[in-house]
């Protein structure tokens, strides 16, 4: 009981949609503000930054040092994600919803795939203030948002074992 409590609490489309504006924000400043990241690979993020041994091992990585060396160094990144992705798919619609209400984030769908562009510069006041933890998710999304921009992906999906 006191589990499925703590993720209610941490696991929540509020912070989710935060996480999905960190990793847009990075996307975009990193892909030359011209284009934000479409929706297969921000359906993997969430499940990624709120696994706490995910968000570890990308947090303690050097924010150069890309995708592909976090997985060379933490080979276990991959266990359990294609799970993980399919339980929180909702959960990842409601984050976008919540942040395409609160003008975090614009979507833009003449591409085949939606796009998901950062409207704020910066989140609001009120919510930068957060605890380490918190602090740790976003910025395992933000480096996500780095690393993933310049890759293929199909590439990244069958590299994460990932399949949508």
Not at 6 to 35: C, H, V
Not at 93 to 99: G, N, R, Y
Request: aromatic share 8%; charged share 20%.
């Amino acid at each position: 009981m006191r589990l499925q409590f703590e993720l209610e609490i941490s696991q929540n489309p509020a912070l989710g949609a935060m996480a999905l504006w960190q990793f847009s924000r990075a996307y975009f400043d990193t892909a030359g503000k011209t284009e934000g990241p479409t929706l297969p690979l921000t359906l993997i993020v969430l499940p990624m930054v709120f696994h706490r041994r995910t968000t570890a091992a990308i947090f303690r990585m050097k924010s150069a040092s890309g995708i592909w060396k976090a997985l060379g160094d933490h080979p276990e990144i991959p266990a359990g994600l294609q799970a993980r992705v399919e339980s929180s798919l909702d959960l990842t619609l409601d984050s976008l919803d919540i942040a395409l209400a609160s003008c975090l984030l614009d979507v833009d769908r003449a591409n085949p795939w939606p796009r998901y562009t950062p409207i704020r510069k910066s989140l609001p006041r009120e919510l930068s203030i957060a605890p380490a933890d918190v602090k740790q998710i976003l910025a395992a999304a933000q480096r996500l948002g780095w690393w993933l921009v310049d890759q293929n992906l199909s590439t990244v999906l069958r590299r994460l074992y990932v399949r949508l």
